[in-house]
């Protein structure tokens, strides 16, 4: 083997002339043509100068070509480094500071956002999309590559994650790692070259990124690749579709609409929904609906997917499954690490080939998620029923998902606490019609009282959209334990019920 990626995922595109990519306005690029743009952004790396092992951040719109890229990256060698579109600058910043890329792509018209930042940090820039310097380069590049051999641990790709004290953590991600978990996935999920997949999540995070494009690549179907969620494209591509994968907010939003029915998913085999909870009731409310039970599945950056529910059989609503193909799973008690008897609820641990490589650069952090044994501990807290479904019950971690997208409170908090009028604030995850849950912030006023219109401004220029509060509450004072600590389970309760305008 020489590039255990490309060998397996991408090297199959070469010389087929079947449809891969389904775009919108009926444009189809097929595995041949994809192969080429594989092999043109592969050398035009190359012929950048970059070598084996470099990093090549991307903060693009999610196209074709950036799919191309991600393949590129790997076949050259490299590590590709996806990051949120959503991200200020300012946020941009950290990732690139600390993982020193040897060149960052970005799109056309946010290049003069960036440009200072990259002449500050001696990062080359290139533009990627229609018109952009690194498809010319590309352009001109021959399509035929000569992968560059890796060995399985080699790092194929670093994911960044919040970290609950502030600083984001780079996952270190291996082609052994995500392959393992792309077999598992592919057998667990009965995917074939007959599949067309609808492709609708954002290409920066590993459902998106990993789980979608990587199942499909290893068993040589075919995507309906949209540049994101609009519910008019998603409702006209369903019918000629196969599988989705979405998080909750894609079925809850297509509940709301009256054109989802029984007929028009018809061609459907498989609806699966992962990176966030499913309520119960929506996952009933869907197989009413539309004669399918979704499947249901649990995964994180670090260790990408590890259980799901099953293809054939009960698809139980309000769990995430069983451990898929050589991972395993358990639940210790959180201080002591010991085992729990079945059926008590603790945290959840895993093992096996799909766990990442460790945090780029910090190896105490590592050490520290990790139990001697080899287990990650993943934060979450979950019991595993008699019958070896495991559910998740909660998080240790602060930690608030909204429409499948990960925000830290203690980032928010620390931009509130500086704001004029802010003496502290806490920042609470509440339940959410659309996303789940909605990131809601408490403020304590100091001597005067804080100018929440300013507050949001000064918010906007430096912190994804997504992050930003959707609601602000004033309260004279945080309710806190004995040992000064705030509750935040105190406030979850106290605002469950808060209507978002
Ligand atoms: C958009 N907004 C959000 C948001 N997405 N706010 C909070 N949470 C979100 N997830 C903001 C927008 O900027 C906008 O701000 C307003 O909310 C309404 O936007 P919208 O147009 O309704 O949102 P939309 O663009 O349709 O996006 C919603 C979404 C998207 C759910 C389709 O967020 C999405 O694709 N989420 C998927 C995330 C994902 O892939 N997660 C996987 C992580 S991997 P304004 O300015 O209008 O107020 C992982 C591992 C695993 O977790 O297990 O998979
Ligand atoms: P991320 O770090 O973005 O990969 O997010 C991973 C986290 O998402 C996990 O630790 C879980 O808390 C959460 N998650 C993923 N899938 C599910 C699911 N099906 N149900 C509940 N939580 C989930």
């Known amino acids: ?29 097929t595995a041949r043509e994809f192969h080429d743009m594989i092999g043109r952004s592969a050398n035009a790396l190359h012929a950048a100068g970059l070598v084996p092992g470099d990093r090549v951040a991307v903060q693009a719109t999610k196209s074709p070509e950036m799919l191309a890229l991600y393949a590129a990256t790997i076949t050259a060698g490299m590590v590709f480094l996806p990051l949120n579109t959503a991200y200020t600058p300012e946020e941009l910043s950290y990732f690139i500071k600390d993982c020193t890329p040897g060149m960052l792509l970005v799109d056309p018209d946010r290049a003069a956002k960036v440009q200072d930042l990259a002449n500050q940090l001696g990062t080359r ?49 291996s082609h052994d790692n995500l392959l393992s978990n792309a077999q598992a996935l592919a057998e667990a999920w009965h995917f074939t070259s007959a599949d067309i997949l609808l492709h609708a999540l954002p290409v920066f995070h590993a459902h998106g990124l990993f789980v979608a494009n990587n199942t499909v690549l290893l068993t040589g179907g075919s995507m309906i690749f949209q540049p994101k969620f609009d519910l008019d494209q998603i409702i006209a591509a369903l019918p000629n579709a196969t599988a989705m994968m979405g998080v909750p907010t894609f079925y809850t939003r297509l509940l709301q609409d009256p054109r989802l029915t029984r007929e028009l998913v018809t061609h459907m085999r498989l609806f699966i929904s992962g990176s966030a909870p499913l309520l119960a009731e929506t996952h009933q409310t869907w197989t009413a609906r539309t004669g399918h039970a979704i499947l249901e599945r649990y995964g994180m950056t670090e260790t990408t997917m590890i ?31 010991a085992q729990l008897a079945q059926g008590e609820t603790g945290m959840i641990e895993v093992r096996g080939p799909n766990v990442f490589k460790g945090y780029w650069q910090m190896p105490e952090k590592t050490a520290e998620e990790f139990r001697k044994d080899g287990y990650f501990i993943t934060g979450d807290l979950g019991k595993i029923d008699p019958d070896g479904y495991l559910h998740i019950v ?16 203690k980032e928010i908090e620390l931009a509130l606490d500086d704001m004029p009028g802010v003496l502290e604030s806490a920042v609470i995850g509440v339940p959410h ?6 990131v809601l912030a408490i403020l ?57 305008e």
Not at 125 to 146: M, N
Not at 433 to 438: L, M
């Open 433 to 438: 019609p659309d996303f789940g849950e909605a």
């Open 1 to 29: 083997m020489t590039n255990p990626m490309y060998d397996t995922l991408f090297g199959r595109l070469k010389d087929q002339d079947r449809v891969f990519l389904y775009l919108p306005d009926d444009h189809v690029i």
């Open 307 to 337: 259980t799901s529910n099953p293809y054939h059989g009960e698809r139980r609503p309000g769990t995430v499954g069983k451990p898929l193909r050589d991972v395993h799973i358990r639940i210790v008690d959180q201080k002591t690490g």
């Open 125 to 173: 820039l290139e533009t990627l999309g229609t018109g952009g310097s690194f498809d010319a380069l590309a352009a001109v590049q021959p399509e035929s590559v000569t992968p560059v051999t890796r060995q399985p641990d080699d790092l194929a790709a670093l994911l960044y994650t919040s970290g609950t004290t502030g600083r984001s953590k780079g996952a270190m991600l």
């Open 394 to 409: 909660g998080r240790e971690k602060d930690l608030i998902i909204s429409g499948g997208y990960n925000i830290y409170p």
């Open 444 to 500: 304590v006023p100091a001597d005067f009282a804080p100018d929440i219109q300013a507050i949001e401004a000064s918010l906007a220029q430096h912190m994804a959209r997504y992050k930003q509060p959707k609601a602000f509450i004033k309260m004279r004072e945080l309710p806190r334990n004995t040992m000064g600590k705030v509750q935040k389970a105190a406030l979850r309760q106290q605002f469950a019920t808060y209507f978002f």
